[in-house]
Nanobody, 126 residues
Framework: QVQLVESGGGLVQAGGSLRLSCAASGRTFSMYAMGWFRQAPGKEREFVAYISYSGGSTIYADSVKGRFTISRDNAKNTVYLQMDSLKPEDTAVYYC???????????????????WGQGTQVTVSS
């Protein structure tokens, strides 16, 4: 069965950086796109970043464009989210997600992703 396990969250001051990791298991990682989403208290889950199965295509939410970078290492079955210039409004639980279909473009809608990690908390203090 597919498992996604996030790590790397924590408490950081505004302007700082964190790198999140998401380790995948249970299927051939390199065949599937991956995404990062986040959910702040009292708000709906929102799209953060997407990366294609090959890593050749990425998409970012406008709110993080230029500050966050999504990448993947298919040899390590891991997707990363490098977060720089963090702001207090980035505070949320961050989730990695994957579609159920291989070589599929799930886009930015959470409903197109079938597998989710447990989430990792990111807190940015002002």
């Amino acid at each position: 069965q597919v498992q996604l396990v996030e790590s790397g969250g924590g408490l950081v001051q505004a302007g700082g950086s964190l790198r999140l990791s998401c380790a995948a298991s249970g299927r051939t990682f390199s065949m599937y796109a991956m995404g990062w989403f986040r959910q702040a208290p009292g708000k709906e889950r929102e799209f953060v970043a997407y990366i294609s199965y090959s890593g050749g295509s990425t998409i970012y939410a406008d709110s993080v464009k230029g500050r966050f970078t999504i990448s993947r290492d298919n040899a390590k079955n891991t997707v990363y989210l490098q977060m720089d210039s963090l702001k207090p409004e980035d505070t949320a639980v961050y989730y990695c997600a994957a579609p159920g279909r291989s070589y599929y473009y799930p886009g930015t809608e959470s409903g197109q992703y079938d597998y989710w990690g447990q989430g990792t908390q990111v807190t940015v203090s002002s």
